[in-house]
């Protein structure tokens, strides 16, 4: 009967002995890590200056919107170039039909006296990204008294974002 008693002991011990070898530990730890980049979106919306005539003594004017979506915390600057017209720059853009040409200007300000070019610390306008959309409103003019033949005037500026 002894050999049963100790096999009985042996057994009886053994979920025992699990619990004894589990109730000690080991750790460790490992790093997480993710880089986050700065990133920007712009939409824009067109710029309808409505119907022109040369009899009209005071600029035609309009204004359109901008959106830019930035990184919290990232800074940028928003161009605008001088447009797709033949002869055009930033500080004389045209809207071209055929080969005629109908001069307006895009400011950056409501006075429209600042021009709104595409060099970043000059003549751009800046912002802070927030991770939501930013308004920036573009303030246009078409100048009075241009004599051009009449026609449907047009022209593509690219906007762009310098972050």
């Given at each position: 009967?002894?050999?049963r008693i100790?096999?009985?002991?042996m057994?009886?011990?053994m979920?025992w002995?699990d619990?004894?070898?589990q ?5 460790t730890?490992f790093?997480?890590s ?18 022109y005539?040369?009899?009209g ?12 979506t930035?990184?919290?915390?990232s ?10 017209s ?7 853009r ?5 080969t005629?040409?109908?001069n307006?200007q895009l400011?950056?300000d ?9 060099t970043p ?7 802070v ?7 920036h409103?573009?303030f ?10 009449a026609?449907?005037?047009g022209?593509?500026v690219?906007?762009?974002i310098?972050?």
């Amino acid at each position: 009967m002894k050999p049963r008693i100790a096999v009985l002991l042996m057994l009886g011990l053994m979920p025992w002995a699990d619990l004894h070898a589990q109730s000690q530990t080991v750790s460790t730890t490992f790093r997480v890590s993710a880089r986050v980049e700065a990133v920007c979106e712009v939409t824009a919306t067109d710029l309808n200056f409505g119907t022109y005539t040369s009899q009209g003594g005071t600029p035609l004017q309009g204004t359109t919107l901008l959106r830019a979506t930035c990184t919290p915390g990232s800074t940028y600057n928003v161009g605008l170039n001088e447009g797709t017209s033949p002869g055009a720059t930033v500080n004389q853009r045209k809207m071209a039909s055929g080969t005629n040409a109908l001069n307006y200007q895009l400011y950056s300000d409501s006075g429209r006296s600042t021009i709104w070019g595409n060099t970043p610390g000059t003549d751009t306008v800046t912002g802070v990204g927030t991770g939501l959309a930013v308004d920036h409103t573009v303030f246009g003019a078409v100048p009075a008294a241009q004599v051009v033949p009449a026609g449907d005037y047009g022209d593509t500026v690219t906007v762009r974002i310098y972050y």
